[in-house]
């Protein structure tokens, strides 16, 4: 079935889908060293950033591009390149509802239809061109958010995947669990799960510590057969680049300083302790995606041929068990 949203996505090869059960665990990060992982992993790799965490949007900040406003073509929205200032020609895009806001400090109170028809006009009207890989933040839990996601880009869901982030503890577990459950209800296959914040990199000489608890993820990935994308400590560094952004009506200099700011943040980006472990994560991420969309072609083929095209309401783990 033809959408204008399966129209606007049809160039898009791969769309990544950044979830977790339970807030603060550093899932827009993720999200964002994904998408600088994947941008620095070949001078020709295209990558989009769709953050659809509407109440909280944290992506314009963490990429420098906060200030920035959005543009309209005659093809649609112009999504803010974070690389727009480098001497090739941009690979990242970046699309929020924080460009769309008068005041950054604004909040956005909306019901559900509303959040829906937002996700819409985002996947829909803004001009994503061709891209290798759409990177989707989410908000916490299992929500109006997520739900949206899947249904409006049904009609292209074997090119839909998951990737998990939780840390350590117990608690966050339980809720990783529930966020794990839903990607099995609605037949969204788990590339697989990453725990967050797990250690401690000394700002001098770089060693991991394990302040608190480690490894909880590792075990509930095992248990539950999912592929262990790997362990990201805490690392002020990064914490500190990602947190550097002032916006430009601190500062002055507008839109063309903010366009300096990101590029700068993504040169920074490379140097960093988190950008070194997290190029092993993108890495198991490449591997994995063409092999769980190989079994999503197929079973899209299968259910065409018993006259079944709707995998959203299948109840069945996709997650790729450990190679």
């Known amino acids: 079935m033809t959408t204008p949203v399966s129209q606007r996505v049809k160039l898009i090869k791969h769309i990544i889908i950044v979830c977790s059960g339970k807030g603060g665990v550093g899932k827009s990060s993720v999200a964002t060293q994904l998408a600088l992982s994947l941008h620095a992993s070949s001078p020709n790799v295209r990558i989009g950033l ?27 929205w112009v999504p803010v390149y974070a690389d727009a200032h480098g001497q090739d020609v941009p690979r990242l895009a970046c699309m929020s509802i924080g460009f769309l806001l008068k005041n950054r400090g604004d909040s956005v109170v909306w019901r559900g239809p509303k959040k829906n028809a937002m996700i819409r006009q985002f996947l829909s009207d803004v001009r994503w061109g061709e891209l290798d890989y759409l990177i989707i933040d989410t908000p916490p839990g299992t929500s109006d958010e ?10 292209v869901h074997s090119r839909l995947s998951a990737v998990i982030v939780t ?28 725990e967050n914040m797990s250690g401690y990199v000394c700002p001098c000489c770089g060693e991991v510590s394990s302040v608190f608890s480690t490894g909880g993820g590792e075990e509930m990935a095992k248990r539950e ?26 500062t002055g200099g507008g839109q063309e300083q903010t366009s300096d700011k990101a590029f700068e943040v993504i040169e920074k980006y490379r140097k960093t302790t988190s950008a070194k472990l997290f190029t092993l994560i993108a890495d198991k991420v490449m591997d994995t995606i063409g092999r769980v969309e190989e079994i999503m072609i197929g079973d899209t083929t299968s259910a065409s041929a018993q006259g079944n095209g709707s995998l959203t309401g299948t109840h069945v783990d996709r997650s790729l068990s450990p190679s």
Request: aromatic share 2%; with cysteine.
């Open 167 to 194: 840390t350590p503890q117990a608690v966050a577990l339980l809720d990783a669990m529930k966020c794990l459950s839903f990607t099995r209800a609605v037949g969204l296959p788990v590339l697989g799960l990453i």
């Open 225 to 250: 057969g999912l592929p262990f994308l790997g362990r990201m400590p805490l690392d002020p560094e990064l914490v500190t680049l990602l947190d550097a952004a002032e916006p430009p009506g601190e």
């Open 50 to 76: 769709l953050d659809v965490d509407l109440t909280g949007p944290s992506l314009p900040r963490m990429l420098g591009l906060d200030g920035h406003g959005i543009h309209q073509s005659s093809d649609g």
């Open 146 to 155: 997520h739900l949206s996601l899947l249904e409006h880009l049904a009609p």
